[in-house]
């Protein structure tokens, strides 16, 4: 019987599959925030926001948005996307009849899909898988001096944006410093 | 009789294994050309001539994902997963599935599956932090 087995082996960047990465200043007290300004960005998209909002909102804080001002909040945040990736594509590439394959899925980028040069020195490639990917960046800083108190980095992938955008910030939320309003 | 009755019914399986593995080729062309529509339509004959080929299977699933029709993509992907225990891509879509369809204990056994079985430290990683979020 003929077998044709597909392995996975994604040509990602290092920084694209670390985990989770968080930083934390020592000595920080998390406990008596109240109010939280989520800063206006123009590196994160609303649904970032508007789900950390909800989160935040989740927790019992109370939530502003807006550009930075004194005195209104205890805490700052502020969300970047570092990466966009709404149309990662993976090569699958196939063998013809009978034996096992062990091609990988390779990941090609943009949109030009085939003939490209990776997808050319690969016989009888194809591409069929597609996801989505995003990566994030948080900061908490202290509203009067700036000091930066917590920061987080995650990149997540998903079926579509709209997952990879749950997902990553679902994934920085597990690791936030604010765990719920006193 | 028995024996003329062994060869008929293997000449017929080659027959389908080679109509599938055509239908296989036609549908994956017509993916890549971003026909997905015809793509959907092609591979469903592929895997339905020969229910046996987990490539077929797979190659289904994942242009049922493309189109959104999420049951069929996860029938077909299990499929290939019950012909193909070791398939990394099955797992690897299985995985985003289930988190897009938001069950989260099912997306919890496809990537701890997959972090057990693959050899590539990156998707190993990456697997990890799905789990991470999925605790």
Known sequence: ?182 | MKRLISCIAIVAATALNAASSDLLKEGLRQANAGQTDQALATLRQAASADKGDAAAQTALGLVALQRQQYAEAQAALERALSLDPRSETALFALGLLFEKQRQPGAARSAWQRLAALTQSSDLREMAQRHLERLE
């Open chain 1, 1 to 182: 019987m003929k077998r044709l087995a597909l392995s996975l082996l994604l040509a990602l960047t290092s920084a694209c599959v670390a985990p989770t990465r968080v930083a934390t200043r020592a000595g920080t007290d998390f406990s008596r925030v109240q109010t939280v300004l989520l800063l206006d960005s123009a590196t994160a998209s609303r649904a970032v926001t508007d789900a950390f909002a909800r989160a935040l909102l989740d927790k019992g804080y109370r939530v502003r948005v807006g550009g930075p001002d004194n005195g209104s909040a205890d805490l700052w945040m502020e969300a970047a996307v570092t990466q966009f990736t709404p149309d990662r594509k993976y090569l699958v590439p196939l063998q013809g009849n009978g034996g096992i394959v062990l091609y990988p899925v390779q990941e090609i980028s943009g949109r030009s899909l085939y003939p490209s040069p990776t997808a050319a020195s690969l016989p009888d490639a194809q591409v069929v898988i597609s996801n989505a990917a995003v990566s994030l960046s948080v900061r908490l800083l202290e509203p009067r001096t700036g000091d930066l108190l917590w920061t987080g980095a995650v990149t997540y992938e998903g079926l579509d944006m709209d997952a990879a955008v749950e997902g990553s910030v679902a994934s920085l939320l597990k690791r936030f410093p604010l765990k719920g309003a006193p």
